[in-house]
C-alpha cells in the first residue's frame, strides 16, 4: 500500500466568507510535510489557478508524486444539463493532470439534479462515465467517482453498483473511509467486497474528520485488513488540522501498516 495526505485539506485556512484553499506555495509545503513522515505521495483539489511547473519541478525534486487531483467540472457529474460541460472541462484537465504526473482525477457528483429521481441520476451518470471512459482510457488516466457525506450515494451498493454498470478498468470508485462511515458504516466489510472496484483509499477520524487516531474508527485495524486483502494502491491521510499539522501527521502516521 501506498500512502498520501490531502494538501488542500491539510492546509485550509478558514476566512471570513469560507474555507480559503492551498496555493502552490501551500501545496509544496504539503509535500514536504508527506516526505518528513515517509510518506510517498500527496493528493490535490483542483488544477486552476496553480503554478504546475512549479509543482511538477517540486514533485520530481522531493521524489513525491501526485497521486490523484479533482477534475475541473467534478461537480457537475449526475446533472443531464452539464454533461457536454462536464466532457469538455474533463479533457482540459487530462493534460494539465499529466503535467504534474497525476493519472487521477476525481469527480464528485455536487452539483447532481436533484430534480430526477436515484434511478435518472445513476443513469445520467452512467452515460457521462460511459464517455468519459473512452476518454480516460485513451490517454491511460483514471477517473475516481468519490461518494461524500450528504451527497447523492445513500449506499455503498448504489455506488459501486454504477461503477460495475460503467464496466471500464479506467472508471473506479474512491472509497473514503470517513464519508462512508457517515453515510452506511460497515467498513471493512464493503472493503472486501468490493476490492477490485477500488482506485483509491482516503481516510480521517470520524465523525469529525480529524486525525486517524481521534474517533469511533480503529484505523491500525481497518488498514492492517487491507493490506491482508492484498490492496496496492493508495491510502490517502485527508483530514483537518488547523492547529498542531506536524504533530497530527505523526501520530496518524504511527498507525500505517509498514
Keep these: 500500500m501506498k500512502y498520501s495526505l490531502c494538501a488542500d485539506i491539510m492546509f485550509v485556512a478558514v476566512g471570513e466568507k469560507g474555507p480559503i484553499w492551498s496555493d502552490t506555495d501551500g501545496i509544496i509545503e504539503a509535500m514536504k510535510l508527506a516526505k518528513k513522515n515517509g510518506l510517498t505521495g500527496i493528493e490535490m483539489f483542483g488544477l486552476e489557478g496553480r503554478d504546475l511547473e512549479r509543482i511538477a519541478a517540486a514533485s520530481r525534486e522531493l521524489g513525491i508524486e501526485i497521486r490523484a487531483c479533482v477534475s475541473a467540472g467534478a461537480a457537475l457529474l449526475g446533472n443531464p444539463d452539464k454533461t457536454e460541460e462536464l466532457v469538455s472541462l474533463f479533457e482540459q484537465s487530462v493534460p494539465k493532470a499529466k503535467q504534474i504526473g497525476c493519472s487521477n482525477l476525481i469527480l464528485n457528483a ?17 452515460d457521462a462515465l460511459k464517455r468519459l471512459a473512452v476518454i480516460a482510457e485513451k490517454e491511460d488516466v483514471t477517473i475516481l467517482v468519490e461518494p461524500v457525506t450528504g451527497g447523492f450515494f445513500t449506499s455503498s451498493k ?7 454498470k460503467v464496466g471500464s478498468k479506467n472508471v473506479k470508485l474512491l472509497y473514503d473511509i470517513f464519508h462512508f462511515q457517515n453515510i452506511e458504516g460497515q467498513i471493512t466489510e464493503t472493503i472486501k467486497k468490493n476490492l477490485n472496484l477500488i482506485g483509491d483509499i482516503h481516510g480521517a ?4 474528520r480529524a486525525e486517524l487516531t481521534v474517533g469511533e474508527l480503529d484505523y491500525a485495524f481497518i488498514l492492517n485488513t487491507v493490506k491482508e486483502l492484498g490492496y496496492e494502491g493508495n491510502f490517502c491521510l485527508e483530514f483537518f488540522t488547523f ?4 504533530m497530527k501527521v505523526e501520530a496518524s502516521c504511527k498507525v500505517l501498516p509498514a
Design 243 to 246: 492547529e498542531n499539522r506536524d
Design 110 to 126: 455536487e452539483e447532481y439534479a436533484r430534480n430526477l429521481s436515484s434511478d435518472e441520476v445513476i443513469k445520467v451518470m452512467e
Design 158 to 164: 448504489q455506488a459501486f453498483g454504477l461503477i460495475e
Design 205 to 208: 477520524g470520524a465523525p469529525m
